[in-house]
């Protein structure tokens, strides 16, 4: 009986992998597809000054639809980082969203964009140079970009990727870590890393605000570290209350703005240039 036990596991177990095997072929070969005709579409979510509830800049995430479904960056990101499609994907990311913000700026006035950064695009011995082309490319002035990259994958090798980033911070380009909280920094480290926004990963953000402990911690290292901090995954007007008091000075999240399509946002910045309420962009 443990036998058959076991055996009728060993096919149930077999057959699931096949199953998962086989929809992760299928998301690689609509991923090469994709990345081949360039189905990619970039959304963008706005940030706003806490203080003010001023436009700051927006976070440029990626969307693709396969197969008539929305597929989450979630799901396919990590396929395109072991398949290493992920270089041509993040050089079309980075792309245009340096287009995007260089309209933007020609049209209306400047507005920062981020773009996410993975593990393998840092690791790639020619991303800085890659960044730096697409600035001239596109004549998008540096301070106009910032690069969010997960404090996981800095921590994870910060002596190997420290020469990249005081090359990134050189061109002027913003360095901020994304998901922060959620990985192992130490203060030292911190103190030696060119960057200049952390930003409260959302599950610290979902605490608040009963239990403010990290979102605290992190806040009061920011400052410490003379570090601008933007909180994501902002959802509630209380989360946005306590943070505007804790002296968070960017917020991020549904609350504020889901992520746009590139017209609405862009209505968005006309508006506030119009308004004369986008917030100055510091030198
Ligand atoms: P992330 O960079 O931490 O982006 C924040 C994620 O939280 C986004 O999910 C955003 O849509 C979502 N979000 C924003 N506000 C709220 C909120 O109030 N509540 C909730 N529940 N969620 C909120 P998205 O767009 O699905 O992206 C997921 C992750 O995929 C991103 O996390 C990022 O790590 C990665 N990603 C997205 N676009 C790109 C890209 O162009 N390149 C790379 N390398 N990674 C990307
Ligand atoms: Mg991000
Ligand atoms: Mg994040
Ligand atoms: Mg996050």
Redesign the pocket.
């Known amino acids: 009986a443990a036998k058959t036990a076991g055996g009728d596991r060993f096919v149930f177990y077999t057959r699931e992998m096949t199953d998962r095997a086989e929809i992760r072929l299928r998301l690689e070969s609509g991923l090469r597809e994709a990345v081949a005709a360039r189905s990619f579409e ?2 963008y ?1 706005p940030k706003i000054e806490a203080a003010s509830g001023r436009l700051t800049g927006f ?5 693709w639809r396969h197969e008539g479904a929305a597929i ?3 799901d396919f ?1 990590p396929v395109a980082e072991d398949t290493g499609l ?1 270089i041509e ?2 050089r079309w ?1 980075l792309e245009e969203a340096c287009r995007t913000a260089t309209r933007w700026a020609l049209d209306h006035g400047p507005v920062p964009v981020a ?4 593990a393998r ?1 840092l690791a790639d011995p020619g991303f800085s140079r890659l960044v730096e082309q697409v600035l001239q490319r596109h004549g998008t002035p540096a301070r106009l970009l910032e690069l ?1 990259i ?1 404090e996981t994958v800095i921590m994870k090798d910060v002596r190997h990727h420290l020469p990249t980033l005081n090359r990134l911070r050189a061109l002027g380009v913003r360095i901020a870590i ?2 922060f909280g959620t990985g192992y920094s130490s203060l030292a480290y911190l103190r030696q890393l060119p960057v200049d926004v952390l ?1 409260i990963d ?1 599950s610290f953000v979902n605490d608040l605000p009963h239990a403010p402990d990290i979102a605290s911690t992190v806040l009061a290292l920011a400052q410490r570290l003379l570090l601008s901090t933007v909180a ?4 509630t007007a209380e989360q946005r209350h306590w943070l505007a008091e804790a002296g968070c000075d960017v917020l ?4 504020i703005s ?2 746009l399509a590139a017209e609405a946002a862009e209505a968005m910045v006309m508006t506030a240039f119009a308004r004369d309420e986008a917030l100055p962009l510091s030198a």
Not at 59 to 63: D, M, S
Not at 115 to 118: G, P, Q, R
Not at 232 to 235: A, I, L, P
Not at 252 to 255: A, F, I, M, S, T
């Open positions: 970039l959304v979510q976070e440029a995430l990626i969307r989450s960056p979630a990101i992920i994907i993040g990311v773009v996410n950064v993975s695009q969010e997960t994304d998901d930003k959302r994501e995954g902002v959802e991020q999240g549904y609350l889901r992520p």
